[in-house]
């Protein structure tokens, strides 16, 4: 069984529909880039997989591990083993990232049967993962977020999905905003979670994130449809070609106008 | 009879029923009834009380009873003569006829003295508890001395339908630093009316924080009279469900040059509750180099809720810095959708939001263990309405 299928999926925002008629097959532990140009559909896609209300389906079936994940609520999503990794990361003030965390942790161990964490044992449990992210300690007992750098937001995305070891990595362009010391630790991070059972979808809008987890297949994005699918060497076609090389503008929003 | 005769009808005989006092005290008392008499109580056409309607307060048949305050922690008692010396003094009623009526039932004052230079490290406590078909008239006068410091806690609770009607008056001496807090828990049937009147000294830093989480109709008023160089903190934070009533009202006048004021009240509003913020910031003619900073926000948590938030500015100098905003919000859609990715359900989601809310309210709370309490209280209660 596939870890995940998505056939003709379609969705909108409002009036405007974003996704025409996507289909993807995602086989566990592997990496799949989605790139294109902004206003393409890829954070759309990205959110309809994670659950975000503002979406609507209007076609098409998404199963996960068999089962229609279209059907569950984002908590459901999560503790089933869906990460996403968000382009924004939210601040939540008042809320401490260590509280934060060891609820979600413990709230996903409960649904699968295991024990919770209580405060000691989650601090020994994290703190390879912090190294891993060269987080500091301070950054744990801060407000969720608040106050971070960009790099420090993106960090903490991924410290978070080292924590809660997804079978299923959604990053939505985790590498904007990013400078190329932020990324390659980033990278590294995502790099060190690879494994045979983790699956993970890497979206994207330029191929320097590809040259640090680097995927087993590439879809190009465009106009809320997949026009091309193929191996690593396609996003360094990109890199050479730009999306123009594959006769797609490059920002729709704009084209459109 | 005319309607203020018949609503003071009941409140002058439990007012002529009272034991004598000192004659000072008793010629205040007089004065106070007099005056409650003249002016009844507020209605909303009463530009003070435009949002907050207290005819079930003036319908309602209480019996008198003398608060009986719990005090802790106080600092030797207090010289007798300082109460005639300072009393009604920094409170004086004026237009406000809760505050006449309070005086018209003196008795068993609270009197804290905290000497010049004198520093006092553990919080004072002062509890109030009243019990159903009562009213109390709690009143407290705190005095501290130049170059004192001191905090001062304030509790309210209570069982049953009853009315507090209280009154704290701070005399802070130059230079001191006093910290008060004021957490009420009343019984949700009950009426909580507290006016808190400072006066504070050169160069003093001050500041007041109102926890108001009970009462079915409150009022709170928080009025500080700045001296030059002062540093005045006003907080409160108001949680309110049910068909709760809370109206804050505070007054911060910078009557001098070189005063910093900060205030923040914040809300959160349940069910079918309401809640008043009235913030006036005044900056006299001499008060120049005014620092002044109020906030106010409100978590709107159902659709039947309603705040009414109004700042109220009257500046009278020219080289001054005022800053305010207000702000009416519901829980954010993309901090709940952050917490649900994460496997967080969504009621537990939305608790954990709302006492964040909260939280920065809590954090400015220098006393740990009404800190701790506080948050415990509050992580409960709103675990609760998740799960409802």
């Known amino acids: 069984m596939s870890l995940l299928e998505i056939n003709d999926l379609h969705a909108t925002v409002g009036e405007r529909e974003i996704l025409k008629g996507i289909s993807l097959t995602v086989n566990p532990g592997e990496v799949h880039a989605i790139m294109g140009p902004n206003g393409s559909g890829k954070s759309t896609l990205a959110g309809v997989l994670a659950g975000r209300e503002l979406y609507n389906v209007t076609g098409g079936s998404v199963t996960y591990f068999g089962q229609d994940l279209l059907e569950l609520a984002p908590e459901d999503r999560a503790r089933a083993g869906i990460f996403l990794a968000f382009q924004y990361p939210v601040e939540i003030p008042g809320v401490s990232n260590m509280y934060f965390l060891k609820a979600a942790l413990n709230t996903i161990r409960k649904s699968q049967g295991l024990e919770e964490l209580d405060a000691f044992d989650f601090l020994t449990f994290v703190r390879d993962k912090m190294t891993l992210m060269n987080m500091d300690q301070t950054l744990l007992n801060r407000p969720v977020n608040t106050g971070f750098s960009g790099g420090e937001k993106k960090r903490n995305e991924i410290f978070q999905m080292a924590v809660l070891e997804p079978k299923l990595a959604i990053l939505d362009e985790t590498d904007s905003g990013l400078d190329i010391d932020a990324l390659k630790l980033v990278a590294h991070g995502v790099n060190t979670l690879r494994s045979p059972e983790r699956s993970m979808i890497v979206v994207t809008h330029y191929q320097r994130l590809l040259d640090y987890i680097v995927p087993d297949f590439v879809h190009v994005l465009a106009g809320g449809k997949i026009v091309k699918s193929g191996g690593k060497e396609l996003a360094l076609q990109l890199e050479k070609e730009g999306y123009a090389g594959l006769g797609i503008a490059e920002d729709e929003e704009v084209a459109l106008a | ?108 004052l609270v009197v804290i003295h905290v000497p010049r230079g004198t520093v006092i490290e553990k919080p004072i406590r002062i509890d109030y508890t009243a019990a159903d078909g009562t009213h109390v008239a709690p009143r407290a006068l705190i005095i501290v001395g130049a170059d004192a410091h001191c905090t001062i806690v304030e509790s309210y609770s209570g069982t049953g339908k009853y009315f507090t009607n209280a009154v704290t008056e701070i005399v802070a001496g130059d230079r001191s630093v006093v910290d008060h807090y004021k957490v009420q828990r009343e019984d949700p049937s009950a009426f909580h009316v507290a006016t808190l009147q400072a006066q504070l000294g050169r160069s003093a830093t001050f500041s007041t ?103 109220e500015l009257q500046i009278l100098a020219d080289d001054v810095r005022c800053t305010h905003g207000a702000t009416i919000g519901q829980l954010d859609a993309e901090s709940l959708f952050y917490l649900q990715s994460r496997g967080i359900g969504k009621q537990q989601a939305r608790s954990l939001l709302t006492y964040a809310f909260a939280q920065d309210v809590i954090d400015r709370i220098q006393v740990p263990d009404l800190r701790e309490q506080l948050e415990k209280y509050l992580f409960e209660k709103f675990h609760e309405v998740a799960r409802a």
């Open chain 2, 1 to 108: 009879m005319s309607a203020v005769a018949e609503q003071t009808g009941q409140w002058l005989a439990e007012f002529t029923k009272q034991d004598a006092v000192a004659p000072w005290m008793q010629e205040l008392r007089a004065a106070g009834f007099a005056r409650f008499a003249e002016l009844g109580f507020p209605n909303t056409h009463n530009e003070e009380w435009r949002f907050t309607n207290v005819a079930p307060i003036a319908r309602a048949q209480f019996a008198h009873v003398a608060s009986i305050p719990h005090v802790t922690d106080a600092p030797v008692a207090a010289d007798p003569a300082l109460a005639e010396q300072y009393l009604g003094k920094v409170a004086s009623f004026g237009e406000h006829a809760f505050l006449a009526l309070n005086t018209a039932f003196l008795k068993d």
């Open chain 2, 209 to 311: 924080h109102s926890i108001a989480l009970g009462g079915a109709i409150v009022r709170n008023e928080a009025n500080v009279v700045l001296s030059e160089g002062t540093d005045a903190t006003v907080n409160g934070l108001y949680i309110v469900n049910g068909t709760q009533h809370v109206d804050n009202h505070t007054v911060i006048d910078h009557a001098k040059p070189h005063g910093t004021s900060h205030e923040m009240y914040k809300g959160i509003l349940d069910d079918k509750s309401a809640a008043v913020f009235n913030g006036r910031i005044i900056v006299r003619k001499d008060a120049q180099k005014t620092d002044s900073k109020q906030t106010n926000k409100n978590l709107v948590l159902s659709d039947d809720a309603v705040i009414d938030t109004k700042p």
